[in-house]
Structure formats: C-alpha cells, structure tokens
C-alpha cells in the first residue's frame, strides 16, 4: 500500500498554516490516550480501532510521537494477535474452533463462508473490504457452540445456513 493510500485511508489532512501533512486523527488518539497516562497498547487499540489495522507508516508516526524506537512499537504491535497490520474488513467474522465448537462442526460454517466469499487462506477479506473472516481457539462460551461472533456480537449454535444469510 502506498503512503498516499495509507493516508487517504487514515484521514491525513494538509496543515493550512504551514502546508505540512499531519496525521490529524491520529494525533488525537495519541493526546487523548497519554492524557489519561495510557500506554502504548492502549494507544495501538485506539489507533486500531479507528482504522481497522495498524499501517506500517502509522506504526513508525506513533514511535517519533512517542519518542520510541519504530522496534519497539513494532514489536509490540507484532506481539499480541489483538493487533493486525493488515487491512481488515468493515464487519470482523470470527469463528470459534475451540474444543466444543470444533466438535459441533465450527470449521464447517467457517467454510461454509470461505464458499460463499470465495475466500482461502492467505486471502480471507473481501476485494470490498467489507468482511474479514478470522478463527480464533476459544472465546468461552462452550455451551453455546458453535460460536461465530461478528464485530463483538455472539452467534450462538450458528449453522452452516445461517451463517451465510
């Protein structure tokens, strides 16, 4: 992805005064987040949750902000699997392939909505980036199994059938 289209995505503004580009929104997520003394996860949660990903260009704008090495930033955003460099869809599908949910055919609504996407490994967004299907091990609600959760809402006992209607 170009810089231009990371900025056309992350809302980057000219500054009249001075005809630098600035990264407005994002400064104000990283005001608002080390005003109330929040780290630099909160912050990429933030800055995630805005964007829907954490652009390569994004990640190194947060270190100078911050007064961080890039590595460090890096390091963090690539440690924990909350956080994605990659583009994700409007609508996040999650399929639950714990113990229970596996058992009750979990992966068959997963593929199931691979056919109906023609999404495969290595490719599970939309060319329309309006979903993105991911597993996930477990999300602790076995008794409701199969699980498919679709932007933080929970589907319960979800079948093949519906999970593609």
Known sequence: MSTEQVEQQIQVSPD???????????NEII?????????LIAILQAVQEEYRYLPEEVLTYI??????????VFGVATFFAQFSLEPKGRYLVTVCDGTACHV??????????CRKYDLREGKLTTPDMLFTLETVACVGCCALAP???VNGEVHARITREAAVT
């Open 104 to 113: 009750k055919r979990s992966m068959a609504v997963y593929d199931a909505i």
């Open 147 to 149: 699980v498919m959760i």
């Open 31 to 39: 005001t608002e987040q080390t005003a109330a003394n929040r780290s």
């Open 63 to 72: 270190a100078t902000a911050l007064d961080l090495s890039p590595a460090t």
């Open 16 to 26: 009249r005064k001075n005809g630098q580009r600035r990264f407005f929104r994002l």
